[in-house]
Every structure is written in structure tokens, then in C-alpha cells.
């Protein structure tokens, strides 16, 4: 498709799950961003991958969120033993590797319950 | 770091009446402004940008304005249609490049209802 793709879309989890939430940004896009957002709040940044290279994780919460970007293009964001305060959208986005523009396009999001 | 604060949180207009939300930022390194517009279930989606090069930019409808010495940027919509009814996030980051990643840095939002 043209845009950010994300999946799932939903996932209920249990406390102590590991979860897996992948993101396949538009194509060509080197930056790669991935948020959460609690509800009602605005977007908060989590991590920055510019093609396979994490570049910034200074937004991951715990050393229980880790994700990777091994070719370059999809995306995984990997939370260990959940929590239910990791109950969030988890937001990915991408944009072009450009010095001229920094048009960022996200996906609809992976809505993720902890129960 | 840099921290966006955004007004009001809610804002109920007439269709056909004006809309203006306003932000503040706190690092004078920042120096691209984009606003999205978050429907329910949806991902943001960006409606209008602005540089700090630039004081306005207008969109049919909707136009953002810029001042870069009171580190506040605004986001108007004229002619308000119940569709345009949402959350609005204004945003900065610095642009890409020289070591910045680009990311941004999200107000609060503003959840705005337009009634019919």
C-alpha cells in the first residue's frame, strides 16, 4: 500500500505476555519513528531508526521495550513481561531521508490492552 | 530538552465560525511546525506545515502562523465544517540533519467539535 502500514491493529495482552508489534513504512522511507500514546494524550517519541541503525532510544521507557529494523525497511517493536501501563496506541511513522523536507506520515497505529 | 504546550484542550465552535489553537515552544533550535489532525481510531495526519523561515502559511481553509521571538506558532480554520470535528496536535522538532533526527516533540492536543 502507500502508506504506513502497522499490524495488529488490536492486542490484548496479559500481564507478563511478550508482544510483537510490526511496521512496514511507506516504501523508500529511511527514517523510521516509532510513539505512544496514552489516551488522551498527545504522541510521545519512543525511537528513531535511520535505515538499520537505531540512532536515537532515548524515548523507550524500560529496558523492557526494544525494537529493530535488521533490512532496513519493517519494523518491530518488542515489549517484554507487559505491563498495564504499556496499555497505549503504539504509533509508527516514517519520511524521507531528505535535508529539504521532513514530511512524517504515521500509521494508524497497534492498539495494545495489557489486561 | 524541547517541551510544546498547547491550547485549549477543548473547543466547541458554531459551523461556519473560526477556530484558532495555539502553541508554545521552549527550544529556539526548533525550526519546522507541522499540525495533524487525529480522527477516532486513526493515525495523525498532517493537514498543514510551517518553517521557521516562514510567519504564515495558508491552505484554503486553514493557515498557521509563526513568531519566532515569543516561540508561539497558531493554527486558524476559518469556515468550520462538522468534518473538520477531531483532536489537533501541533508539533517541533528540528529538521533533519547535522546530527537531528527530525523527530517531533507533540503538544497536548485539542479535541474541537463543530456543531452543525
Known amino acids: 500500500g502507500a502508506g504506513v502500514s502497522q499490524s495488529p491493529r488490536y492486542k490484548v495482552a496479559k500481564r507478563g505476555q511478550d508482544v510483537a508489534l510490526r511496521c512496514d513504512p511507506i516504501?523508500?522511507?529511511?527514517?523510521l519513528f516509532w510513539y505512544q500514546q496514552a489516551l488522551g494524550q498527545g504522541p510521545e517519541f519512543l525511537t528513531y531508526?535511520?535505515?538499520?541503525?537505531?540512532?536515537?532510544k532515548s524515548g523507550l521507557p524500560s529496558d523492557r521495550f526494544f525494537a529493530e529494523r535488521p533490512e532496513g525497511s519493517v519494523s518491530t517493536l518488542k515489549i517484554q513481561r507487559t505491563q498495564q501501563e504499556d496499555s497505549a496506541v503504539y504509533l509508527c511513522?516514517?519520511?524521507?531521508?531528505?535535508?529539504?523536507?521532513?514530511?512524517?506520515?504515521f500509521g494508524e497505529g497497534s492498539w495494545l490492552t495489557v489486561v | 530538552g524541547e517541551n510544546v504546550e498547547q491550547h485549549p484542550s477543548t473547543l466547541s465552535v458554531q459551523e461556519g465560525d473560526s477556530a484558532v489553537i495555539k502553541c508554545t515552544y521552549s527550544d529556539s533550535a526548533s525550526n519546522y511546525f507541522p499540525w495533524y489532525k487525529q480522527e477516532l481510531g486513526k493515525g495523525p495526519q498532517l493537514i498543514i506545515d510551517i518553517r521557521s523561515n516562514v510567519g504564515e502559511k495558508k491552505d484554503q481553509r486553514i493557515a498557521v502562523t509563526l513568531n519566532k521571538t515569543a516561540k508561539h506558532f497558531s493554527l486558524h480554520i476559518t469556515e468550520t465544517q462538522p468534518e473538520d470535528s477531531a483532536v489537533y496536535f501541533c508539533a517541533a522538532s528540528i529538521l533533519w540533519g547535522s546530527g537531528n533526527t527530525g523527530k517531533l516533540i507533540f503538544g497536548q492536543g485539542t479535541t474541537l467539535q463543530v456543531k452543525p
Open positions: 516504501s523508500g522511507h529511511v527514517s
Open positions: 511513522a516514517s519520511s524521507l531521508y531528505t535535508s529539504s523536507g521532513n514530511t512524517i506520515y
Open positions: 531508526f535511520q535505515n538499520e541503525a537505531q540512532l536515537d
